[in-house]
T-cell receptor, first 119, second 114 residues
Framework: GAVVSQHPSWVICKSGTSVKIECRSL??????MFWYRQFPKQSLMLMAT?????????EQGVEKDKFLINHASLTLSTLTVTSAHPEDSSFYIC???????????????FGPGTRLTVL | AQTVTQSQPEMSVQEAETVTLSCTYD???????LFWYKQPPSRQMILVIR??????QNATENRFSVNFQKAAKSFSLKISDSQLGDTAMYFC???????????FGKGTKLSVKP
């Protein structure tokens, strides 16, 4: 259990276009999902916290108009990188907490990540 | 603000031996959770072990165990009988009891040598 999927796993796009990344909790409901960004050989940096049915909470320095997050259901959150530029190239990872697992409700389970390359 | 420090950028261990990865953290909170995640070359983040701060007993998960020293704010990971598949980046992470987001250390790259 506690499986999180991401789609696509790899995407290449042209500068100026928008890219949507999906994050799904496959076997549990997640009221909260998280989006991280990871540069090569670096740690994960939290970008935003996505709550089902409400606006996402963005970390300081993350442009909310550039990184649009939607959490329309208990199993799906999407991250849209708008007007992408080469500096947005990175590895994007989502995670979700299983709210039904008793004392493990705070454990985050991660998706496999999406590698975005902007040309 | 909470911080997580992993002071060992890289470590190596021989197969079947034991290795300990260090992690210290800083917080003024009393209720929090600590985690070790593994990120192999596939880049999939995998939960290794979890510790609740209110529990004095150190968490164990098969070959993985932690040494949780709350007063010293230390949370080291011991890997026994190291296997080649343990080769990965290991991230220590802190979660406040009042917030759900994880704060990660910079990671330790572990190489298990045959």
């Amino acid at each position: 259990g506690a499986v999180v999927s991401q789609h696509p796993s790899w995407v290449i796009c042209k500068s100026g276009t928008s890219v949507k990344i999906e994050c799904r909790s496959l076997d549990f409901q997640a009221t909260t999902m998280f989006w991280y960004r990871q540069f090569p050989k670096q740690s994960l940096m939290l970008m935003a916290t996505s709550n089902e049915g409400s606006k996402a909470t963005y970390e300081q320095g993350v442009e909310k108009d550039k990184f649009l997050i939607n959490h329309a259901s208990l199993t799906l959150s999407t991250l849209t990188v708008t007007s992408a530029h080469p500096e947005d190239s990175s590895f994007y990872i989502c995670s979700a907490s299983d709210q039904t697992r008793g004392e493990s409700t705070d454990t985050q389970y991660f998706g496999p990540g999406t590698r975005l390359t902007v040309l | 603000a909470q911080t997580v420090t992993q002071s060992q950028p890289e470590m190596s261990v021989q197969e079947a031996e034991t290795v300990t990865l260090s992690c210290t953290y800083d917080t003024s909170e009393n209720n929090y959770y600590l985690f070790w995640y593994k990120q192999p070359p596939s880049r999939q983040m995998i939960l290794v072990i979890r510790q609740e701060a209110y529990k004095q007993q150190n968490a164990t998960e098969n070959r993985f165990s932690v040494n949780f020293q709350k007063a010293a704010k230390s949370f080291s990971l011991k890997i026994s009988d190291s296997q080649l598949g343990d080769t990965a980046m290991y991230f220590c992470a802190f979660m406040s009891g009042s917030q759900g987001n994880l704060i990660f250390g910079k990671g330790t790259k572990l190489s298990v040598k045959p």
